[in-house]
């Protein structure tokens, strides 16, 4: 592929990513005059992921109503994570 330096081919190379599909899936912070800013920070945590809330409310109420349950619930256990980010 030979780059070319214009919207076009930069156009054209976003039609062609095979990661856009999950452009939709995330946050988007907005400039005050509703632009989109383009994203490169590199270093960070990202954008955010859309279900992010969702899933941290559904740990909140595993928490509420199992206790330390949580850490063998079937659904996401605690244990099993907590097992997996120390492992190594």
Do not use: I
């Amino acid at each position: 592929m030979r780059f070319e330096d214009s919207r076009e081919f930069a156009a054209s190379l976003d039609q062609a990513d095979p990661l856009a599909r999950y452009r939709e899936q995330f946050n988007f912070p907005l400039f005050r005059d509703g632009r989109a800013p383009v994203y490169l920070v590199g270093n960070s945590l990202g954008l955010q992921p859309k279900l992010a809330a969702q899933y941290v409310e559904e740990e909140l109420g595993k928490w509420k109503d199992h206790a330390v349950g949580g850490f063998f619930h079937p659904d996401r256990p605690w244990l099993t994570c907590a097992r997996s980010c120390t492992a190594g």
